[in-house]
């Protein structure tokens, strides 16, 4: 309820501060800024490409298990197999048809294994009691047209399945691309905040020795004290949409298995090497 009173324990609170600081200290991939030419000025070189580097082998990663693991991929998928199985039936359509049977007649005694005759057991098969009538169908391919037609449609039903299998593909790398770049910026500002932290930190530390000193007044130590919950409250807010954007990330890879009760069970994307990020036995 709204006015249930909640304390968060300061353990809880000291586990998440460590947490977020591993973090932090992660080392990154720096960016080649390029040679010195002959008068010693930087010559910056243009990338191979806008992910590359590590980013690029992890995203590369992530969208090979996202195709193994998208239950809605995998159905277009068999979509483009059903299709082309309806295109070879209606290609051997076009071809003539050679029909072999035969029906049986005088039947009656089969019906029942049981039945009897003169006081005999007459259950087993008699050949010449039975009539047999061969039959031999043979159709040309003269007249093919309905066949034709559905031959064509079977090709355009082929062409639609591929293209929307090639549209459903381009969608999820652009969607497992987006994730990536989204989880490293948001963890690029989970870094900005967390120095931003250490910073207000210091400024309250200096402050406390001022006033004791007698060099600062009452106002400056409450501004640096306010600028320093402030600097917590966007660092947790930068750790919550650190970890939002993991599941939004998990959940597009198909790796979130969600239960009835509504809990959900996370994939070790550390081990899969999609992400870097401090050992989950660190975490609170």
């Known amino acids: ?9 300061d353990s809880d609170l000291a586990a998440l501060e460590k947490y977020v600081s591993d973090y932090a200290e992660l080392e990154e991939e720096e960016y080649d800024m390029g040679k010195d030419d002959e008068n010693g000025q ?9 992910d590359d580097g590590q980013l690029k082998l992890r995203t590369d990663r992530a969208i090979a298990i996202a195709f193994s693991n998208r239950l809605d991929f ?14 070879v039936i209606a290609e051997d ?24 005759r003169n006081g005999e057991d007459h259950g087993r098969l ?41 549209s459903q593909e381009d969608t999820l790398k652009q969607t497992i691309r987006s994730d990536m770049r989204s989880l490293s910026q948001t963890k690029d500002n989970l870094k900005i905040q967390y120095m931003a932290m250490n910073l207000a930190e210091r400024r309250v530390r200096n ?22 919950v402030s600097a917590k409250n966007s660092l947790y807010s930068a750790m919550i949409n650190y970890k939002n954007q993991e599941l939004a990330l998990q959940r597009d890879l198909g790796l979130l298995e969600v239960s009835s009760d509504g809990s959900w069970k996370e994939a070790d994307l550390v081990a899969l090497g999609i992400v870097v ?3 989950r036995k660190s975490s609170p």
């Open 1 to 9: 309820p709204p006015d249930a009173c909640i304390e968060p324990r």
């Open 207 to 228: 402050q406390e020795i001022l006033l004791q000193a007698g060099r600062a007044d009452m106002t400056v130590m409450l501004e640096a004290q306010d600028s320093l």
């Open 277 to 279: 990020r401090p050992d």
């Open 126 to 166: 008699h050949p010449r009691e039975y009539s047999v009538n061969p039959l031999l169908t043979i159709d040309l391919p003269i007249e093919r047209r309905k066949e034709r037609n559905n031959y064509r449609n079977a090709l355009i039903a082929v062409e639609s399945a591929v293209r929307e299998y090639q």
């Open 42 to 50: 930087i010559v910056l070189e243009a990338p191979d490409s806008v």
């Open 93 to 116: 359509a076009l071809r003539a048809e050679v029909t072999l049977g035969a029906s049986v007649g005088n039947l009656a005694d089969l019906a029942s294994p049981y039945s009897r």
């Open 74 to 87: 995998a159905s277009v998928r068999d979509e483009v197999e059903d299709a082309q199985r309806k295109l």
